[in-house]
């Protein structure tokens, strides 16, 4: 049509009928000149062109909400004219390229067996980086990474003979990119041509990953290690983690495409991914979009879906990095549109196009399975169901005292062992105290004297009010010294009741020196174990008292306990004062450790769990899961509750 445009339709039809096998009838060539119309490709010479050309100029602008959004999503700022520049500097970069093309391949293996060698050493730097200086010499390492990755791209445009209008920076959701202005790339013919300058920006990062590596391995501790620390982990993640991933617009989706030779590659791996679905769900007879080999389709059918499920995980990635980075109300709504737009709007899009699809197939095996599946999701959304709430929780041996010296003293004998089960009466430690043994020979030798001095003083009538005195002050040093002979005897440690012994202090042995303040071990009655859990606030209206429990500890050896909620308290916590269940200590609930204590980081609240049957032997402090049978409800209406409790925080209402 395009070979005979500008004769009548009716010439153009018989024409093409003539010399070619192909049919054609006035609507495709309607299709073909509203196609041709609206991307601008007719020259206006008819009235017909003039007249649309016109109309268009005076349609209104967007809407400031769309143009405000479009801005804030993706804009370019263009800030150099580099040609020139890469035109007088290309024989210098091309003679390095030769250099480290030579020795790429066994760096690249050398520093992968450096990582591997000193991985832990590696990523414990990590540390640094979270410091505010490490943070800035991070954004400085990504700077200059990115713009070597850039000219990376330009000077391989150069060699192959094209023009390098601009460099600038982009601005992604407000995230600052470097790009380069490659469009002659696609002048080139040669795909392997192309391939080499979409590859050159990703082998630049790579070369100064692999140098920055290696010096890592080999520098002293310092700020110059920490810089190439710094630098390579920044390369090997955007190289390997972000711009070899075809499933974005980057590096790696044009390397794929030109790999695979097929231009515009998303568009038409979701067009096969569509048609795919529309088939497998409705059983729809629409031919597939393009002719292509099974093999084919079904590589593009594949890669399609895992470009969804990655962007789906990504864009919602983005939405939260935006709502935590934003201050409140700003980024509810920031957070809101992305979902809106990136994950919604596509959605809503193709389920528009779902009533024409099962016009055309009909009532199907394939449709009538579909929404008997989406029926009973919903079904399921809807209608309230068992409930459960999991939280952390720490099962103790109930009733418990730590035993502490009487005295400031060494021990003489340990006479048990940790966990050993005693029985009362039992002795546990004997202890010897020489502070308190003088103490004893003072108090005796007082008393001897003052015995000395009563009986003088008894026979004298003169001394008789002196005598009074003395007697009191006799009874005085003989109470006190039947003290000191009663805490003598708490020397010797012994067990008041039928217990377990848990917790005994580091290197408790004869010899040690302790004071009333060391604690010496846990003596635990093992029959009464409490269970104690931390429920957070946006869970606490699930839970009542009385509600059915079950404790899965995180030893694989211990049994499960079943019970009963027995109390849940009132006010939260700001402190936790149980290490077992922090996360700094591998724990599940969020903390910051503190000068006081462990500072939690969402509200929580303490609940018990009693524990039916008989009595449960317990010998230790086991961290674990506490599931608590929660009132029933929709999952609709608990999304619907935390979505409204969302707004309702972040607005500051």
Not at 112 to 121: E, G, M, S
Not at 526 to 549: D, H, K, N, Y
Request: with cysteine; net charge positive; glycine share 6%.
């Amino acid at each position: 049509m395009l070979r005979r445009w500008g004769q009548p339709p009716k010439q153009m039809i018989n024409s093409i009928a003539e010399q070619t096998t192909v049919r054609v009838n006035l609507s495709d060539i309607s299709r073909l000149h509203r196609f041709l119309t609206v991307n601008n490709l007719l020259s206006p010479s008819t009235p017909v062109v003039k007249k649309y050309l016109h109309e268009r100029s005076k349609a209104p602008p967007k809407n400031i909400f769309s143009r405000i959004l479009f801005s804030y999503l993706f804009f370019r700022i263009p800030l150099v004219r580099p040609d020139d520049f890469l035109s007088r500097t290309l024989p210098v970069v091309r003679l390095a390229a030769r250099l480290f093309r030579v020795a790429l391949i066994p760096l690249l293996f050398l520093a992968l067996f450096v990582l591997v060698r000193q991985w832990p050493q590696f990523i414990h730097t990590f540390s640094w980086s979270f410091t505010t200086w490490g943070m800035v010499m991070y954004a400085l390492a990504v700077f200059g990474a990115k713009a070597a990755h850039e000219l990376g791209h330009a000077y391989a445009a150069k060699h192959w003979g094209l023009r390098v209008p601009t460099l600038g920076v982009a601005f992604m959701v407000l995230w600052p990119i470097f790009y380069t202005d490659n469009t002659d790339s696609w002048r080139l013919a040669d795909r392997m041509a192309r391939m080499a300058i979409v590859a050159a920006g990703m082998l630049v990062e790579l070369t100064i990953a692999i140098l920055a590596t290696l010096l890592w391995a080999v520098l002293p501790e310092g700020p110059a290690r920490g810089v190439c620390f710094i630098l390579a982990s920044a390369t090997w993640i955007s190289s390997v983690a972000v711009n070899a991933i075809p499933f974005m617009r980057f590096d790696g989706y044009y390397f794929f495409s030109d790999l695979l030779d097929i231009p515009n590659l998303h568009q038409r791996a979701f067009a096969m991914g569509r048609w795919f679905l529309h088939r497998l769900f409705f059983g729809s007879p629409e031919p597939a979009p393009e002719i292509l080999s099974s093999r084919r389709q079904a590589l593009l059918v594949l890669f399609a879906l895992a470009t969804w499920v990655y962007r789906l995980v990504l864009f919602t990635g983005i939405a939260l990095v935006v709502y935590h980075l934003a201050f409140k109300m700003l980024g509810t709504l920031l957070f809101s549109v992305e979902i809106a737009w990136f994950v919604g709007r596509p959605v809503f899009r193709e389920i528009l196009t779902w009533p024409k699809v099962m016009g055309q197939a009909g009532v199907t095996r394939n449709s009538v399975l579909f929404f008997l599946f989406v029926g009973g999701l919903v079904l399921w959304m809807v209608l309230p169901g068992q409930n459960h709430v999991r939280i952390p929780a720490i099962l103790r041996p109930g009733q418990g005292a730590w035993i502490y010296p009487p005295a400031a003293g060494y021990i003489l004998t340990v006479a048990v062992e940790n966990t050993a089960k005693v029985r009362a009466g039992t002795v546990l430690l004997r202890l010897a105290s020489p502070d308190l043994e003088h103490k004893i020979r003072l108090a005796e030798s007082r008393e001897r004297f003052l015995v000395t001095r009563l009986n003088r003083e008894s026979g004298n009538s003169a001394l008789r009010e002196q005598h009074r005195v003395t007697g009191r002050q006799l009874a005085q040093v003989r109470t006190a010294l039947a003290g000191l002979h009663r805490l003598k005897e708490q020397l010797v440690i012994r067990a008041a009741t039928d217990a377990m012994l848990f917790d005994p202090a580091p290197q408790l042995c004869p010899g040690l020196w302790v004071n009333p303040q060391t604690p010496l071990f846990l003596l635990v009655d093992p029959c009464i174990p409490s269970i104690q859990g931390f429920v957070p606030e946006t869970m606490l209206q699930q839970i009542r008292v009385g509600a059915a429990c079950r404790f899965y500890p995180d030893i694989p050896e211990r049994s499960t306990l079943d019970g009963k909620l027995k109390q849940v308290e009132s006010s939260g916590i700001r402190r936790l004062d149980e290490p077992y269940p922090a996360s700094v200590f591998g724990g599940k609930i969020p903390v910051v450790p503190g000068e006081d204590g462990l500072h939690v980081r969402q509200g929580l609240y303490r609940v018990a769990m009693a524990v039916d049957g008989k009595a449960i032997t317990a010998f230790q402090v086991t961290p674990g899961t506490l599931v608590i049978k929660a009132l029933p409800r929709s999952p609709v209406f608990e999304l619907w509750r935390r979505i409204c409790a969302l707004f309702v925080r972040e607005s500051g209402f």
